[in-house]
């Protein structure tokens, strides 16, 4: 690259693309020196069982693990949504279909859950009636039921492509992909926010800051709702697709940062997973036998100097009526103090009573719990300096 750079007319048509390589060349080399150990570890073979399983979400309590499998290699091959549940503290239980209401035959691709898993916003492509070539649908659980998708509209879709759904933990900010006109690149990561009626608006681009001419895939917010990851093999890199991260800003988002090697490497990289607490991470990493793509899972601690700058953890439990213990639907509302600012609304599941919110650092928070015929309750937890989060139950 150097050579021809020395001897080519800048002018000629490679002559930007070996800029653009020999820049990715030098950030490699200095990626892999600076790298700290991280132990990658495919999932075991009890979820890593199909010719391709991609794009991994958890629910916040990390006790859910959806995500696509695709049975062949081929583009055609049937997707479908699997969910695995932990058994114990460790084991993956073997995968089964998310459910008979959401996966068909027609591709079920790409999805993001709600921290407490009960709102499900997934891609689907070539079969549903929709607006585009892929659309994004809406499900929700009640029970252990979930409802039959429906078309998140033309207010989200488009007639180009629109994919790789990601939920904020509060469910009031959607990210995704699409090709749509109005872009930067071939493929931009887009925004869009309900409003206290349940409607989106319409979606705007994150701009130059995230987007590039190239492709920025398979945006996830992170459940501190701060930190926003994604793929791309636009910004500097290892090669092909990257992992890279960025927080919010007054303003936008800050520049991209690489997650670097090992989790980066020359293979694509087309998406992460990180725990609410930080500490963990989960990513699909393509890879090659000679005869056939595939793609697994893999999982890996997170080192401390990487560790999100803002964590977040959860609250759970269940709704009862005190003196029968019958599971009630109740709304639960959790505020900043502080700010006397409403920061998520939520109900209880109506069969069981569960519900599940996050609790990010830098906040006192206030919550409180309403349903008609009865005292409401409240809570208060100061996690304004608090420095290791743990789960609460109640």
């Not at 069969?351 to 015929?373: F, S």
């Given at each position: 690259?150097?050579?021809?750079?020395?001897?080519?007319?800048?002018?000629?048509?490679?002559?930007?693309?070996?800029?653009?390589?020999?820049?990715?060349?030098?950030?490699?080399?200095?990626?892999?020196?600076?790298?700290?150990?991280?132990?990658?570890?495919?999932?075991?073979?009890?979820?890593?069982?199909?010719?391709?399983?991609?794009?991994?979400?958890?629910?916040?309590?990390?006790?859910?693990?959806?995500?696509?499998?695709?049975?062949?290699?081929?583009?055609?091959?049937?997707?479908?949504?699997?969910?695995?549940?932990?058994?114990?503290?460790?084991?993956?239980?073997?995968?089964?279909?998310?459910?008979?209401?959401?996966?068909?035959?027609?591709?079920?691709?790409?999805?993001?859950?709600?921290?407490?898993?009960?709102?499900?916003?997934?891609?689907?492509?070539?079969?549903?009636?929709?607006?585009?070539?892929?659309?994004?649908?809406?499900?929700?659980?009640?029970?252990?039921?979930?409802?039959?998708?429906?078309?998140?509209?033309?207010?989200?879709?488009?007639?180009?492509?629109?994919?790789?759904?990601?939920?904020?933990?509060?469910?009031?900010?959607?990210?995704?992909?699409?090709?749509?006109?109005?872009?930067?690149?071939?493929?931009?990561?887009?925004?869009?926010?309900?409003?206290?009626?349940?409607?989106?608006?319409?979606?705007?681009?994150?701009?130059?800051?995230?987007?590039?001419?190239?492709?920025?895939?398979?945006?996830?917010?992170?459940?501190?709702?701060?930190?926003?990851?994604?793929?791309?093999?636009?910004?500097?890199?290892?090669?092909?697709?990257?992992?890279?991260?960025?927080?919010?800003?007054?303003?936008?988002?800050?520049?991209?940062?690489?997650?670097?090697?090992?989790?980066?490497?020359?293979?694509?990289?087309?998406?992460?997973?990180?725990?609410?607490?930080?500490?963990?991470?989960?990513?699909?990493?393509?890879?090659?036998?000679?005869?056939?793509?595939?793609?697994?899972?893999?999982?890996?601690?997170?080192?401390?100097?990487?560790?999100?700058?803002?964590?977040?953890?959860?609250?759970?439990?269940?709704?009862?009526?005190?003196?029968?213990?019958?599971?009630l639907k109740a709304k639960?509302?959790?505020?900043?103090?502080?700010?006397?600012?409403?920061?998520?609304?939520?109900?209880?599941?109506?069969?069981?009573?569960?519900?599940?919110?996050?609790?990010?650092?830098?906040?006192?928070?206030?919550?409180?719990?309403?349903?008609?015929?009865?005292?409401?309750k409240s809570e208060k937890?100061?996690?304004?300096?608090?420095?290791?989060?743990?789960?609460?139950?109640?």
């Open positions: 690259l150097k050579d021809y750079l020395k001897k080519a007319n800048p002018n000629a048509r490679l002559y930007q693309l070996a800029i653009s390589m020999n820049k990715n060349v030098e950030f490699a080399i200095k990626s892999i020196g600076d790298a700290e150990p991280i132990e990658i570890i495919p999932l075991s073979d009890t979820v890593n069982q199909f010719a391709m399983q991609y794009f991994p979400v958890l629910t916040a309590d990390q006790q859910n693990l959806i995500f696509s499998r695709r049975l062949g290699s081929g583009p055609y091959d049937d997707e479908d949504l699997m969910i695995s549940q932990k058994r114990g503290n460790r084991e993956w239980s073997i995968p089964v279909s998310i459910s008979a209401n959401i996966n068909s035959e027609l591709n079920e691709g790409t999805c993001t859950i709600s921290a407490d898993g009960r709102i499900l916003i997934f891609t689907s492509c070539n079969g549903r009636e929709g607006y585009g070539s892929c659309d994004l649908f809406i499900s929700k659980k009640e029970g252990n039921v979930w409802s039959k998708p429906e078309n998140m509209g033309a207010q989200i879709n488009s007639s180009a492509w629109d994919s790789q759904p990601s939920l904020s933990a509060d469910g009031r900010i959607l990210y995704f992909v699409s090709t749509r006109s109005g872009g930067i690149g071939k493929q931009d990561i887009w925004v869009s926010y309900i409003n206290e009626e349940g409607i989106w608006s319409k979606p705007s681009n994150l701009g130059n800051a995230i987007n590039t001419k190239e492709n920025e895939i398979s945006p996830f917010i992170h459940s501190n709702g701060k930190t926003l990851y994604f793929a791309s093999n636009g910004h500097l890199g290892m090669g092909g697709f990257d992992i890279y991260s960025s927080d919010k800003a007054n303003e936008g988002f800050t520049s991209p940062v690489n997650f670097g090697y090992p989790v980066n490497n020359g293979e694509d990289q087309v998406s992460i997973f990180i725990t609410a607490d930080g500490k963990k991470g989960y990513y699909s990493n393509e890879c090659d036998d000679g005869a056939k793509t595939c793609s697994k899972l893999y999982s890996f601690e997170i080192p401390q100097s990487k560790q999100l700058k803002i964590k977040s953890n959860f609250i759970s439990g269940r709704v009862l009526d005190s003196v029968t213990n019958r599971p639960i509302e959790l505020y900043d103090v502080d700010r006397d600012q409403l920061m998520l609304s939520v109900a209880s599941d109506s069969v069981t009573g569960e519900y599940l919110m996050v609790l990010t650092q830098g906040a006192n928070y206030a919550m409180y719990v309403n349903t008609i015929g009865y005292l409401f937890f100061e996690y304004d300096t608090e420095k290791d989060l743990k789960p609460i139950n109640l």
